[in-house]
């Protein structure tokens, strides 16, 4: 079952935060993001693993809470270049290559 | 280094007619995967293939079949194509196991279109 992302779409200042959440109703493993910028592929940003670690990319970090089974990602002081949709994609249990169910993506609109 | 590289970019077809879509992954990767990203919606798990097997499918129709040759490039093919087989069809590569670390490297895609 495809993880519920909220929101759909931010539009932010430059500078400024945000906060996008993905929600799973089943138990998961583990929680890939990827960043997709219009008209490019989507580039892997940051996995993490049930344990409740906390990871960063630049500015970007991210949280995973395995009992609510939810995973946020914090944009902190965003820059233009954070412009694009970012998926969340789940797997439920240790990755071996098993699909990746992605969530329907949160658009992100960094302005000056 | 060469990054996973697909092609046709571009594919128009016509109701029931057949598309081929072919990837080709990173050096030294030997899993292939392909999405399905229909306009405005999220990736949806087409298929995986590992070492020329196939190794997990998504909720697609028979219709929707590959395979992976044994220099571990892949091939999509999609038959008797509907109006909604148009999205932008995505391939992405990986390490093997268990060297792969969970992340997938995505190619720019191939965008069918089908009239």
């Known amino acids: 079952q495809q993880p519920v992302q909220s929101p759909q779409a931010v539009i932010l200042r430059e500078g400024e935060d945000a906060v996008i959440n993905c929600s799973s109703s089943k138990a998961l493993y583990s929680v890939h993001w990827y960043r997709q910028k219009h008209g490019e592929a989507p580039v892997f940003l940051m996995i993490?693993?049930?344990?409740?670690e906390q990871k960063g990319h630049e500015k970007i970090s991210a949280s995973f809470n395995e009992k609510k089974q939810q995973s946020s990602l914090y944009l902190t002081a965003s820059q233009l270049s954070y412009s694009g949709t970012y998926f969340c994609g789940t797997a439920p249990k240790a990755w071996a290559g098993n699909k990746l169910t992605f969530g329907g993506g949160t658009r992100v609109l960094v302005k000056p | 280094e060469a990054g996973v590289t697909q092609s046709p970019t571009h594919l128009i077809k016509t109701r029931g007619q057949q598309a081929t879509l072919r990837c080709s992954p990173i050096?030294?990767?030997?899993?292939v995967y392909w999405y399905q990203q229909a306009l405005g919606l999220g990736l949806q798990f087409l298929l995986w293939y590992d070492e020329g097997e196939e190794r997990n499918r998504g909720n697609f129709p028979p219709r929707f079949s590959g395979r992976q040759f044994p220099n571990y490039s892949s091939e999509l093919n999609v038959n008797a194509l509907e109006l909604e087989d148009s999205a932008l069809y995505l391939c992405?590569?990986?390490?093997?196991?268990?060297?792969?670390?969970?992340?997938?490297?995505f190619g720019e895609g191939s965008r069918l279109t089908v009239l």
């Open positions: 993490l693993l049930k344990g409740g």
């Open positions: 992405a590569s990986s390490l093997p196991w268990p060297s792969n670390t969970g992340e997938l490297f």
């Open positions: 050096s030294g990767h030997t899993s």
